[in-house]
T-cell receptor, first 115, second 113 residues
Framework: DVKVTQSSRYLVKRTGEKVFLECVQD?????MFWYRQDPGLGLRLIYF???????EKGDIPEGYSVSREKKERFSLILESASTNQTSMYLC??????????????FGPGTRLTVL | AQKITQTQPGMFVQEKEAVTLDCTYD???????LFWYKQPSSGEMIFLIY??????QNATEGRYSLNFQKARKSANLVISASQLGDSAMYFC??????????FGKGTRLHILP
């Protein structure tokens, strides 16, 4: 079974703090993704990575950065957290696409509140 | 540009009835894949079913089937004999040639006892 884990289910931080959200997958997947999910907006892609030390901006990268030093780990960093970054954050992984059928496998999510 | 539209923000259905969740998509690529995911209140996204653009038959997985109408760019999810455990958020999604998947805004389904 594919397993994607996220470091925290719930997190409360203060405005201006640096926040690290960690994601680890155990299936040797090349691709990893960070999304945020807000009511009425669905999932929006923040950043993704095709390989170690490689990153690509998604649709809403502003205010975020990422790090992928090892294949199994993909970190999302909020350099200076703001209240508008209060959200549910979902990490996902998938194998390198050899067709269109490969689904993404998701972690349980981290619900971040910035006060 | 790619786009996924789910027009039903919320639905209420009586237990044991069938339910159809609507999804329309837009892409200029002739080759694409369509996905449905379920998100219970626990938060984890669960993959349900996949339909490829060249698949001749509608996909089925247990109680889930995908009503694929290519000319209308429609990929509705049908859940037969709904159960209380089907209460969740449902997302339609599409991939059309790269490793990214784009998601609709979701439909929240409530199954009533």
């Amino acid at each position: 079974d594919v397993k994607v884990t996220q470091s925290s289910r719930y997190l409360v931080k203060r405005t201006g703090e640096k926040v690290f959200l960690e994601c680890v997958q155990d299936m040797d997947h090349e691709n990893m993704f960070w999304y945020r999910q807000d009511p009425g907006l669905g999932l929006r892609l923040i950043y993704f990575s095709y390989d170690v030390k490689m990153k690509e901006k998604g649709d809403i990268p502003e205010g975020y950065s990422v790090s992928r030093e090892k294949k199994e780990r993909f970190s999302l960093i909020l350099e200076s957290a703001s209240t508008n970054q209060t959200s549910m954050y979902l990490c996902a992984s998938s194998p390198l696409a050899r067709g269109l059928t490969d689904t993404q496998y998701f972690g349980p999510g981290t619900r971040l509140t910035v006060l | 540009a790619q786009k996924i539209t789910q027009t039903q923000p919320g639905m209420f259905v009586q237990e044991k009835e069938a339910v159809t969740l609507d999804c329309t998509y837009d892409t200029s690529d002739p080759s694409y894949g369509l996905f449905w995911y379920k998100q219970p209140s626990s938060g984890e996204m669960i993959f349900l079913i996949y339909q490829g653009s060249y698949d001749q038959q509608n996909a089925t997985e247990g109680r889930y089937s995908l009503n694929f109408q290519k000319a209308r760019k429609s990929a509705n999810l049908v859940i037969s004999a709904s159960q209380l455990g089907d209460s969740a958020m449902y997302f339609c999604a599409m991939r059309d040639g790269d490793d990214k998947i784009i998601f609709g805004k979701g439909t929240r389904l409530h199954i009533l006892p």
